[in-house]
Protein backbone atom coordinates (compact mmCIF):
# COMPACT_ATOMS: atom_id res chain seq x y z
CA UNK A 1 0.00 0.00 0.00
CA UNK A 2 2.70 2.32 0.88
CA UNK A 3 4.65 1.38 -2.26
CA UNK A 4 1.23 2.55 -4.33
CA UNK A 5 0.69 5.66 -2.39
CA UNK A 6 4.69 6.28 -3.14
CA UNK A 7 3.96 5.42 -6.75
CA UNK A 8 1.37 8.43 -7.18
CA UNK A 9 2.71 11.23 -4.81
CA UNK A 10 6.45 10.90 -5.30
CA UNK A 11 6.83 13.45 -8.08
CA UNK A 12 4.63 15.89 -5.98
CA UNK A 13 6.62 15.38 -2.30
CA UNK A 14 9.68 15.91 -4.53
CA UNK A 15 8.69 18.50 -6.22
CA UNK A 16 7.51 19.83 -2.89
CA UNK A 17 10.72 19.80 -0.55
CA UNK A 18 12.58 20.98 -3.52
CA UNK A 19 10.78 24.20 -3.51
CA UNK A 20 10.52 24.28 0.23
CA UNK A 21 14.69 24.19 -0.11
CA UNK A 22 14.82 27.03 -2.21
CA UNK A 23 12.24 29.24 -0.61
CA UNK A 24 14.51 28.28 3.12
CA UNK A 25 17.76 29.15 0.79
CA UNK A 26 16.63 32.62 -0.30
CA UNK A 27 15.28 33.92 2.77
CA UNK A 28 17.90 32.85 4.71
CA UNK A 29 20.02 34.83 2.04
CA UNK A 30 17.73 37.85 2.37
CA UNK A 31 18.75 37.62 6.27
CA UNK A 32 21.81 37.65 6.02
CA UNK A 33 22.15 40.52 3.51
CA UNK A 34 20.20 42.62 5.87
CA UNK A 35 22.27 41.99 8.54
CA UNK A 36 25.49 43.06 6.68
CA UNK A 37 23.74 46.27 5.87
CA UNK A 38 22.61 47.16 9.52
CA UNK A 39 26.01 46.73 10.45
CA UNK A 40 27.92 48.37 8.10
CA UNK A 41 26.56 51.62 8.17
CA UNK A 42 28.41 54.39 6.60
CA UNK A 43 29.87 56.88 8.61
CA UNK A 44 29.49 60.56 8.22
CA UNK A 45 31.86 62.93 6.34
CA UNK A 46 32.72 65.71 8.41
CA UNK A 47 34.47 68.58 6.83
CA UNK A 48 37.61 69.86 7.87
CA UNK A 49 37.79 72.06 11.32
CA UNK A 50 38.35 75.32 8.90
CA UNK A 51 37.00 78.61 8.98
CA UNK A 52 34.38 79.51 7.58
CA UNK A 53 36.68 82.03 4.80
CA UNK A 54 38.65 78.68 4.34
CA UNK A 55 41.46 80.28 6.24
CA UNK A 56 43.77 78.30 8.61
CA UNK A 57 43.76 79.00 12.38
CA UNK A 58 46.95 80.82 13.41
CA UNK A 59 48.52 77.74 15.12
CA UNK A 60 48.34 75.60 11.40
CA UNK A 61 49.58 78.59 9.67
CA UNK A 62 52.51 78.67 11.33
CA UNK A 63 53.05 75.26 11.15
CA UNK A 64 52.81 75.22 7.83
CA UNK A 65 54.83 78.64 7.26
CA UNK A 66 58.20 76.58 8.99
CA UNK A 67 59.34 73.32 6.67
CA UNK A 68 59.39 70.60 9.13
CA UNK A 69 63.30 70.37 10.76
CA UNK A 70 64.16 74.03 9.61
CA UNK A 71 63.69 76.53 12.42
CA UNK A 72 63.17 79.78 11.25
CA UNK A 73 65.31 82.25 10.57
CA UNK A 74 66.01 84.85 13.37
CA UNK A 75 67.15 88.37 12.28
CA UNK A 76 70.52 89.50 13.25
CA UNK A 77 71.85 92.89 13.86
CA UNK A 78 74.54 94.21 11.40
CA UNK A 79 77.72 94.85 12.38
CA UNK A 80 78.87 98.66 12.37
CA UNK A 81 81.06 99.55 9.88
CA UNK A 82 84.42 99.83 10.88
CA UNK A 83 87.02 102.85 11.38
CA UNK A 84 89.61 104.12 9.19
CA UNK A 85 92.43 105.28 10.62
CA UNK A 86 95.99 106.63 8.81
CA UNK A 87 98.77 106.05 10.85
CA UNK A 88 102.01 107.59 10.11
CA UNK A 89 104.84 108.61 11.23
CA UNK A 90 107.89 106.46 13.33
CA UNK A 91 106.04 103.38 12.89
CA UNK A 92 106.82 99.61 11.40
CA UNK A 93 103.84 100.10 8.79
CA UNK A 94 102.60 103.30 8.22
CA UNK A 95 99.15 103.34 6.08
CA UNK A 96 95.30 103.28 6.43
CA UNK A 97 93.64 100.34 8.46
CA UNK A 98 90.29 99.63 9.41
CA UNK A 99 89.31 98.82 13.04
CA UNK A 100 86.61 98.26 14.97
CA UNK A 101 84.41 100.82 16.87
CA UNK A 102 85.49 101.13 20.31
CA UNK A 103 89.22 100.87 19.51
CA UNK A 104 91.99 102.97 21.26
CA UNK A 105 95.41 104.64 20.01
CA UNK A 106 97.15 102.04 21.10
CA UNK A 107 94.98 99.63 18.93
CA UNK A 108 96.01 102.13 16.03
CA UNK A 109 99.57 101.63 16.69
CA UNK A 110 99.69 97.75 16.93
CA UNK A 111 97.69 97.37 13.71
CA UNK A 112 100.35 99.12 12.09
CA UNK A 113 103.07 96.80 13.19
CA UNK A 114 103.68 98.91 16.37
CA UNK A 115 105.95 102.16 16.95
CA UNK A 116 109.72 102.12 16.45
CA UNK A 117 112.58 102.45 19.04
CA UNK A 118 112.81 105.57 18.24
CA UNK A 119 109.20 106.54 18.85
CA UNK A 120 108.34 108.89 21.52
CA UNK A 121 104.98 107.52 22.55
CA UNK A 122 105.06 109.85 25.76
CA UNK A 123 103.68 112.54 23.82
CA UNK A 124 100.64 110.29 22.37
CA UNK A 125 97.59 109.25 24.70
CA UNK A 126 97.36 105.77 23.84
CA UNK A 127 94.02 105.32 25.74
CA UNK A 128 92.79 108.44 23.54
CA UNK A 129 89.52 106.64 21.63
CA UNK A 130 89.42 106.35 17.76
CA UNK A 131 87.51 108.48 15.24
CA UNK A 132 86.61 107.52 11.32
CA UNK A 133 89.15 109.14 9.26
CA UNK A 134 91.51 110.28 11.88
CA UNK A 135 95.13 110.59 11.23
CA UNK A 136 97.92 109.52 14.17
CA UNK A 137 101.03 111.24 13.79
CA UNK A 138 103.45 108.99 15.99
CA UNK A 139 106.84 111.64 16.57
CA UNK A 140 110.12 110.88 16.67
CA UNK A 141 112.01 110.91 20.45
CA UNK A 142 113.46 114.71 20.49
CA UNK A 143 111.40 116.22 18.03
CA UNK A 144 108.56 118.71 18.46
CA UNK A 145 105.17 116.67 18.97
CA UNK A 146 102.51 116.50 16.35
CA UNK A 147 100.79 119.57 15.21
CA UNK A 148 98.36 120.33 12.90
CA UNK A 149 96.16 117.94 10.54
CA UNK A 150 97.16 115.68 8.20
CA UNK A 151 94.39 116.68 5.96
CA UNK A 152 91.42 119.68 6.03
CA UNK A 153 88.71 116.38 7.00
CA UNK A 154 90.99 114.51 9.87
CA UNK A 155 92.17 116.27 12.78
CA UNK A 156 95.31 114.74 14.14
CA UNK A 157 96.86 113.43 17.55
CA UNK A 158 99.17 115.32 19.29
CA UNK A 159 100.51 114.90 23.06
CA UNK A 160 98.10 113.39 25.51
CA UNK A 161 95.70 112.70 22.23
CA UNK A 162 94.62 116.04 22.11
CA UNK A 163 93.34 117.37 18.69
CA UNK A 164 95.88 119.71 16.77
CA UNK A 165 94.22 120.70 14.28
CA UNK A 166 93.22 124.20 15.15
CA UNK A 167 97.01 124.79 16.91
CA UNK A 168 98.60 128.23 16.38
CA UNK A 169 100.65 128.57 13.08
CA UNK A 170 102.72 131.84 14.35
CA UNK A 171 105.05 129.66 16.46
CA UNK A 172 105.15 126.36 14.98
CA UNK A 173 107.52 126.22 11.95
CA UNK A 174 109.34 123.62 10.18
CA UNK A 175 112.69 123.88 8.73
CA UNK A 176 112.81 122.40 5.28
CA UNK A 177 116.45 122.25 5.33
CA UNK A 178 116.74 119.85 8.30
CA UNK A 179 113.03 118.87 9.40
CA UNK A 180 112.59 114.96 9.43
CA UNK A 181 109.99 112.91 7.49
CA UNK A 182 107.60 112.85 10.28
CA UNK A 183 108.07 117.07 11.09
CA UNK A 184 107.44 117.69 7.59
CA UNK A 185 104.63 115.51 7.89
CA UNK A 186 102.73 117.92 10.60
CA UNK A 187 102.20 120.26 7.57
CA UNK A 188 99.08 120.77 5.88
CA UNK A 189 98.35 118.15 2.90
CA UNK A 190 102.15 116.67 3.67
CA UNK A 191 101.67 113.35 3.72
CA UNK A 192 104.55 110.78 3.48
CA UNK A 193 104.96 110.43 -0.07
CA UNK A 194 105.29 114.14 0.02
CA UNK A 195 107.24 114.57 2.58
CA UNK A 196 109.75 111.73 1.13
CA UNK A 197 109.88 113.80 -1.64
CA UNK A 198 111.42 116.84 0.14
CA UNK A 199 114.13 114.97 1.24
CA UNK A 200 115.02 113.51 -1.39
CA UNK A 201 114.73 117.35 -3.30
CA UNK A 202 117.38 118.60 -0.21
CA UNK A 203 119.46 115.46 -0.78
CA UNK A 204 120.43 116.04 -4.23
CA UNK A 205 120.00 120.42 -4.74
CA UNK A 206 121.91 120.51 -1.45
CA UNK A 207 119.39 122.50 0.97
CA UNK A 208 116.56 124.82 0.26
CA UNK A 209 117.75 128.39 -0.90
CA UNK A 210 113.75 129.76 -1.12
CA UNK A 211 110.89 128.96 0.61
CA UNK A 212 109.29 129.23 -2.95
CA UNK A 213 111.63 126.01 -4.37
CA UNK A 214 108.65 123.88 -2.50
CA UNK A 215 106.45 124.49 -5.27
CA UNK A 216 109.66 122.26 -7.15
CA UNK A 217 108.20 119.37 -5.78
CA UNK A 218 105.59 117.18 -7.66
CA UNK A 219 102.30 117.43 -6.01
CA UNK A 220 102.59 120.95 -4.96
CA UNK A 221 100.69 123.77 -6.17
CA UNK A 222 100.42 127.35 -5.66
CA UNK A 223 97.16 126.55 -3.54
CA UNK A 224 98.75 124.03 -1.45
CA UNK A 225 102.37 126.20 -0.88
CA UNK A 226 100.19 128.99 0.48
CA UNK A 227 99.11 126.76 2.94
CA UNK A 228 102.51 126.06 4.00
CA UNK A 229 104.06 128.64 3.65
CA UNK A 230 103.27 130.47 7.18
CA UNK A 231 104.49 126.70 8.77
CA UNK A 232 107.92 126.58 6.86
CA UNK A 233 110.92 128.39 7.15
CA UNK A 234 114.70 128.01 5.12
CA UNK A 235 116.65 127.80 8.73
Do not use: C
Not at 184 to 192: V, W
Amino acid sequence: MFLEWWDRYRKIFLTAIALLFVTSSFWLYQTRVAGHEGTDTALPLVPPAYASDDVLPADEQAKEATPVGKPALEKTPSAPAPLYVDVKGDVKQPGLYPLDAGMRVADAIAKAGGANPTADLAQINLAAPLVDGTAIVIPVKESSPAAGPVNLSAPAYAANGKNTSNASSSDQTVSLNSATAEELMTLPGIGEARAKAIMQYREEKGSFRALEELKSIEGIGDKLYERIAPRIRIH
